[in-house]
């Protein structure tokens, strides 16, 4: 009896570790847009799953994978400092998403329920590559924007102030930046189910997770089409060559049929043009650049100018082009510091901090994973 309750026993606990290792697995592979569509396509899009949060646990395995190829090609780990802030970012971002979807949700409905141009079949292939491509191209010109519109880069260039590139950067995304990747794609809903829309919504973030690393090199054809680590750290850069390129998410066709495609040349130096704050605060970093844009707003006359202000590119001026001119961006010192700010921290302090960040990043999880409504 007790032989053939252990063999139940152990049968079961052999099924459990199956299906755990299968479902982590579809996570994984969830992280690279691997994904059957029609298993993703819900008849409602209350019935969307949160699927950033949901696949938290595979992009942490990213994050201790990275960090075991960065050891054995002897590249320095990532920076404590940069990892904590990028947690914190995260934060208020799963708070923000947590809140923001269910709005998301209703407010795409109502659009395609009341305002939609054309019926296109739910249950079908063909409509998610046709909507995977609309909001692909949506992405480009909200990122584009986030660039080349001061107000917005305010926001955006939080994200870019990392001055290293790891997969802890992908969540370094100010709230700001949460809400415009909601608002921008709203006029899709008029073409795309949104049980469709709000899938890829997600999957173009998440995509990015991998993107944002320096240990994956040249991946040959597909960087034709994908978009990939390499010309992924190109965006980050803060050299000339650099400024203002690859905007795509998962595709690159957009970049390339709009002009701002560019391949990796010289090496990459990471940051913004820009002095960035001697902090590691996430609400400083976040908010801080509206100081200077209302600066730069009250320093200009004349409602024209005061306008460009806040809707031209941030290196415009008086007299400049909308972006500025690429020549006034100085050439990084390759033999600079790396980091503009790196103060030390001892040992006892990373502890505590890592420990009780552990504890509310679970504690945010936990809120975050519920019904959107």
């Known amino acids: 009896m007790a032989g053939n309750m252990t063999a139940e026993s152990a049968a079961d606990l052999g099924l459990c570790m199956k299906d755990t290792a299968i479902q982590f697995t579809e996570q994984l592979l969830s992280l690279f847009y691997i994904l059957s569509p029609l298993d993703h396509t819900k008849d409602h899009a209350k019935d969307v799953p949160n699927y950033e949060v949901a696949l938290f646990p595979a992009a942490g395995f990213l994050v201790v994978l990275e960090q075991i190829i960065r050891f054995f090609q002897k590249k320095d780990l990532s920076r404590f400092q940069d990892i904590v802030v990028n947690i914190g970012s995260l934060l208020l971002f799963t ?18 329920d009341n305002y939609r141009i054309v019926d296109l079949p ?16 949506m992405y480009y010109w909200t990122h584009r924007a986030l660039h080349e519109i001061n107000i917005f880069w305010a926001a955006h260039q939080f994200h870019h102030m990392a001055e290293d590139v790891n997969i802890t950067t992908t969540i370094r995304d100010s709230v700001v930046d949460l809400v415009l990747y909601d608002i921008f794609p709203m006029p899709l809903a008029i073409i795309v189910p949104p049980p469709i829309l709000i899938v890829h919504i997600q999957f173009s973030l998440i995509y990015q997770i991998w993107l944002h690393n320096e240990v994956v090199g040249h991946l040959g054809p597909i960087e034709y089409i994908i978009n990939t680590p390499r010309q992924h750290r190109v965006h980050h850069g803060k050299n000339p060559y650099c400024i203002d390129k690859n905007y795509g998410a998962f595709l690159m066709i957009w970049d390339r049929i709009f002009g701002t495609y560019q391949t990796e040349k010289e090496k990459i130096v990471f940051g913004v043009v820009s002095p960035t ?33 806040l809707f031209k590119g941030p290196g415009w001026g008086p007299g400049k082009p909308r972006l500025g001119l690429l020549k006034e961006v100085p050439e ?8 503009s700010y790196d103060p030390f921290i001892p040992l006892w302090r990373k502890f505590y901090v890592l420990l009780h960040g552990t504890i509310v990043l679970v504690a945010f999880i936990q809120l975050a994973d519920h019904p959107y409504i």
Not at 122 to 137: A, G, I, N, P
Not at 297 to 303: A, K, P, R, T, W
Not at 332 to 339: M, R, S, V
């Open 95 to 112: 708070l923000t998403r947590a809140i923001l979807l269910g709005v998301v949700v209703v407010v795409y409905s109502y659009i395609y």
């Open 122 to 137: 739910l249950h079908s292939v063909w409509t998610w590559l046709f909507s995977l491509l609309l909001v692909e191209f």
């Open 277 to 309: 704050p001697n902090t590691f605060d996430s609400m400083t970093l976040q908010f801080g650049y509206y100081k200077d844009v209302a600066k730069k707003f009250n320093s200009v006359d004349g409602i024209g100018n005061k306008l460009s202000a």
């Open 332 to 339: 990084p010192d390759p033999a600079a510091p790396k980091y």
